[in-house]
């Protein structure tokens, strides 16, 4: 798909329409497909996301224990959450992110 610069915004060519006075306006779509490149963008950052650089200074690592840690709070929730993506979804997001980006050279 072309892209054509209107204004300050970047339009695909399919969802560009003219108005009555000539001028080009960008009609803004949401679909199924921007959901699941939402969502993987969420679990790429997840994934990279540095342990000691980053989740230590929020107090979110794996390995921080308080002596008052309590395991239904939200932050131990958001620790578990994010040491899982971590640990499990790494070697699938390699896949998941090369079949998508095939998916969007081609098709997209």
């Given at each position: 798909?072309?892209?054509?610069?209107?204004?300050?915004?970047?339009?695909?060519?399919?969802?560009?329409?003219?108005?009555?006075?000539?001028?080009l306006s960008c009609a803004m779509g949401f679909s199924f497909g921007d959901l699941y490149i939402c969502g993987l963008m969420i679990i790429n950052a997840l994934a990279v996301l540095h342990e000691?650089?980053?989740?230590?200074?929020?107090g979110l690592g794996s390995d921080q224990m308080d002596p008052m840690y309590d395991p239904?709070?939200?932050?131990?929730?958001?620790?578990?959450?994010?040491?899982?993506?971590?640990?499990?979804?790494?070697?699938?997001l390699v896949f998941v992110n090369a079949i998508t980006m095939v998916y969007l050279f081609f098709l997209g």
């Open positions: 798909m072309l892209r054509s610069l209107v204004g300050s915004e970047m339009c695909i060519r399919d969802r560009v329409s003219t108005q009555s006075t000539g001028e000691q650089r980053f989740l230590v200074k929020y239904t709070s939200i932050k131990a929730k958001m620790s578990k959450v994010i040491d899982g993506v971590r640990t499990v979804m790494r070697w699938p």
